[in-house]
């Protein structure tokens, strides 16, 4: 049992390029998140789906998109990144009984 | 909208004394309240929620919360703090009603002096 998995843990991109963070959760948990910790920002949800074939905005959704692959994965794609979005990305889970469960991390920087 | 905020980016307190961390919440409904601790490098993990039953909520490694609902706060305790507290620790808030979104406060990093 793995519990949330995320990869790569570290990227580095250039101004425009695109990439996908990878996550998936071994669960059987039906939501999943995607956040952004920045320094003093703490955590801010960019996208969530609260099922399998469901996606919704949170609060922080700009220059983001997402896939719900199946209940397992749900991966976090940047279209041309930008060095605002240099951060450290969280995926996470959430149980029946509202706790979330994160992963490790990954940790982007866009020069 | 709901919002959380923890007062306070940065605690100290001395090994051994009393920890407080604050956090208030806005909510039109009745919510659910979490803490969740980030140890350097890792992920979040959950200390502790707050879902309806009891107000005065115990936790993992000796902390525990109070839902004051004239207050709107959800403050974190410990009687006596331990080297192996010094972490970040975030306050959540999600609707009772639509309990799928999850909101995080910005974080209070709490040192712990020898």
């Known amino acids: 049992n793995a519990g949330v998995t995320q990869t790569p843990k570290f990227q580095v991109l250039k101004t425009g390029q695109s990439m996908t963070l990878q996550c998936a959760q071994d669960m059987n948990h039906n939501s999943m998140y995607w956040y952004r910790q920045d320094p003093g920002m703490g955590l801010r949800l960019i996208y969530y789906s609260a099922s399998e074939g469901t996606t919704d905005k949170g609060e922080v959704p700009n220059g983001y998109n997402v896939s719900r692959l199946n209940k397992r994965e749900f991966s976090l794609r940047l279209e041309s990144a930008a060095p605002s979005q240099t951060s450290v990305y969280f995926c996470?889970?959430?149980?029946?009984?509202?706790?979330?469960?994160f992963g490790p991390g990954t940790r982007l920087t866009v020069l | 909208a709901q919002s959380v905020t923890q007062l306070g980016s940065h605690v100290s307190v001395s090994e051994g004394a009393l920890v407080l961390l604050r956090c208030n919440y806005s909510s039109s409904v009745p919510p659910y309240l979490f803490w969740y601790v980030q140890y350097p490098n890792q992920g979040l993990q959950l200390l502790l929620k707050?879902?309806?039953?009891?107000?005065l909520v115990k936790g993992i490694n000796g902390f525990e919360a109070e839902f004051k609902k004239s207050e709107t706060s959800f403050h974190l305790t410990k009687p006596s703090a331990h080297m192996s507290d010094a972490a970040e620790y975030f306050c959540?808030?999600?609707?009772?009603?639509?309990?799928?979104?999850?909101?995080f406060g910005k974080g209070t990093r709490l040192h712990i002096l020898p």
């Open positions: 959540a808030v999600s609707d009772r009603n639509r309990d799928d979104k999850i909101i």
């Open positions: 996470a889970s959430r149980d029946r009984y509202n706790e979330q469960f």
């Open positions: 707050y879902t309806s039953a009891a107000t």
